[in-house]
């Protein structure tokens, strides 16, 4: 790769500011995550010199393997793959923050399993916001009652919504469907319950996803360059 991951995250972070200043919101305001999945140790310490001190992690096993060797740094980490239910134990005490909550099932475990003497475990509800069958997410419709139950896990801490659009969408699409989460955070705001996070956007489609109200974006290829073996991981865990 010609460019380096110092280059890189300067141009990502033009685009965030660029997005945040033509829709009108406060310059900073987007907080970047730095996708890791398939990534070495090596270059996620590369990056936090570059200034990120937040990176999203796919698949359990690599993601505490690498956490071994960067103990040293003060990393922010976030989950964002799918959660299996035997997973949850290593989840909830090795991250910070988890984005693809979907079954309240793991909700449970999660929060049955953060260790006591912790912060609670920031979680996001995953929205399946193109509807897609095989999808993870829950339903738009289901998030009133989801959410009612996670307000109630004194080891969680529910801080918003997460989408994942489908990548065959037109961008007009994808603006509605990053404008529908964006809704649904203000009625979950409106019903009582302290939210502040939508996560969405990705190196793809940042500026759209910031002009909809995204205040975290989770970024990997702009930063990393193409990732070389992301479907053959997808069964790792
Ligand atoms: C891989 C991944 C990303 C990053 O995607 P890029 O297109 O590489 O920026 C963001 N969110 C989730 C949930 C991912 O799995």
């Known amino acids: 790769m010609s460019t380096s991951i110092k280059d890189n995250i300067t141009q990502v972070k033009m685009r965030i500011n660029a997005a945040e200043k033509k829709a009108d919101r406060t310059t900073g305001i987007v907080q970047l995550i730095a996708v890791s999945k398939t990534r070495t140790a090596n270059e996620i310490r590369k990056t936090y010199q570059a200034g990120i001190t937040c990176f999203g992690e796919n698949y359990l096993q690599e993601a505490l393997a690498k956490q071994q060797s960067l103990l040293d740094l003060d990393i922010s980490w976030h989950f964002i793959g799918p959660i299996q239910s035997n997973k949850t134990a290593d989840i909830a005490n090795n991250f910070a923050w988890v984005h693809g909550l979907d079954r309240i099932k793991i909700a449970n475990r999660l929060n049955d399993q953060r260790n006591p003497n912790t912060e609670p475990l920031n979680v996001c509800i995953q929205i399946n916001i193109s509807n897609e069958p095989s999808k993870s997410g829950i339903a738009i419709e289901e998030l009133a009652d989801f959410a009612a139950v996670i307000e109630q896990l004194p080891r969680l801490k529910l801080r918003g919504l997460?989408?994942?659009?489908?990548?065959?969408?037109?961008?007009?699409?994808?603006?509605?469907?990053?404008?529908?989460?964006?809704?649904?955070?203000?009625?979950?705001?409106?019903?009582?319950?302290?939210?502040?996070?939508?996560?969405?956007?990705?190196?793809?489609?940042?500026?759209?996803?910031?002009?909809?109200?995204?205040?975290?974006?989770?970024?990997?290829?702009?930063?990393?360059g193409p990732r070389k073996n992301n479907n053959s991981r997808d069964t790792h865990d």
């Not at 994942?164 to 964006?182: F, N, T, V």
Request: hydrophobic share 40%; glycine share 6%.
């Open 162 to 224: 997460m989408a994942i659009p489908s990548p065959s969408l037109s961008d007009q699409q994808l603006k509605l469907e990053y404008h529908r989460l964006y809704e649904a955070k203000i009625h979950l705001r409106h019903s009582g319950i302290d939210c502040d996070t939508l996560s969405m956007g990705m190196s793809n489609d940042l500026e759209c996803a910031i002009a909809e109200g995204a205040t975290l974006v989770r970024v990997g290829t702009a930063i990393f």
